[in-house]
């Protein structure tokens, strides 16, 4: 059965991006570090076309990110804010390179209507400004039998947590506080989540916990 | 060398303490749930004179609770809110019955002087009127060579982190969301406080982290 899945770094203090998100700090202040466990990973590596690395459960937990994902869901920010002047002669790509991680179809949540835009490696990003619903409709039918991963932000994941659409999610722990930022279980309407424990995994840099949302 | 150290249960959310505590609920509504991990464990049955209990991870975090622990400090909450009208014939004697589990020395940080209180088994709770530096100097001097506890609840937690007085705590993530009530981890001075991860143990009924605070 497919699920609609997310996995994301967290602060200890719960928060899983720092105060003061910018352009150039599209993470906010301190934000960046809750991502520190994964550099070291083997899985890390080969993305960056590299090897070595270490094989170690973060290594496992982050090669499960794409592992029977099928389609994405993601925020307008986390497609990436524009970083200056708009210029029509060359459209705003977002964050993701010319080959984005995802060799996937990925429905961006967004108030500006744009034609899908097709990257390298079999990414397309589509734009879906019918709201939360309507995206996780589009995102199944592309899925096919695979999993949906909601890739964030935190504000996405919320609507989707918030609604009853989640069927499990991950965080990995970082040993740090960020005493401010953006905090990911707020607006949930928490007290009518339950949670199943389903696995914990960890190394000194993260503690990945793993739930199953009760329904 | 001795250890200013606490362990709690906290909400994946944060909270140690659920929304609307009083004295019918000193956890708040739904605050007892963060504490279930611990019910069917080994160490909680031998507590309760009972035998039988699961002997697995969470068993033995629940057993270090006062291992090696030669005081401990707590707020005025934590000993125990008055539950009734005070009755000079029979002073209030705190939550925890005629002998307590702590067998040591306890300083409550209150604002109200009162004589020492020896209570069965070893435990006899001190009231601290000069603030969190007073209780700690007094707590080491009973404590010797032992570590000392700070048992809760949260704001006494946070006097204690925000001062850089801490140098070991253990969260005990309980696979739910409380969505209100008394958080943790704020008012901390966070980024300024930096965690090495010594352990991750786990059940389906608790995670439990433990962290170093590096100074």
Same mark, same amino acid.
């Given at each position: 059965m497919a699920k609609l899945r997310f996995r994301i770094s967290i602060s200890l203090?719960?928060?899983?991006a720092g105060p003061n998100?910018?352009?150039?700090?599209p993470l906010g202040e301190?934000?960046?570090? !809750?991502?520190?466990?994964?550099?070291?990973t083997r899985w890390w590596k080969q993305m960056q076309g590299e090897s070595g690395g270490e094989e170690n459960p973060s290594s496992a937990v982050a090669a499960e990110?794409?592992?029977?994902?099928?389609a994405s869901i993601m925020g307008r920010n986390m497609f990436g804010g524009h970083p200056g002047p708009w210029n029509p002669a060359k459209p705003w790509t977002g964050?993701?390179? &010319?080959? #984005? #991680?995802?060799h996937h179809p990925v429905f961006v949540l967004t108030h500006h209507p744009r034609e899908p835009l097709e990257m390298e490696g079999g990414t397309t990003f589509y734009f879906v400004t019918e709201g939360i619903v309507s995206a996780l409709q589009q995102a199944k039918k592309a899925a096919g039998n695979k999993d949906i991963s909601i890739h964030g932000g935190a504000k996405t994941i919320q609507q989707y947590l918030a609604a009853g659409h989640v069927d499990e999610l991950q965080l990995s722990i970082a #040993?740090? !506080? !960020? &005493?401010?930022?953006?905090? !990911?279980?707020?607006?949930?309407?928490?007290?009518?989540i339950r949670l199943e424990h389903l696995r914990t995994l960890a190394t000194p840099e993260a503690t990945h916990v793993k739930y199953r949302v009760i329904t």
């Open positions: 203090d719960g928060y899983v998100q910018s352009v150039k700090e301190g934000g960046e570090r !809750l991502h520190e466990w994964v550099f070291g990110t794409f592992q029977n994902v099928g964050w993701w390179g &010319a080959e #984005p #991680p995802y #040993p740090m !506080l !960020l &005493a401010g930022g953006e905090r !990911l279980l707020d607006n949930v309407n928490g007290r009518n």
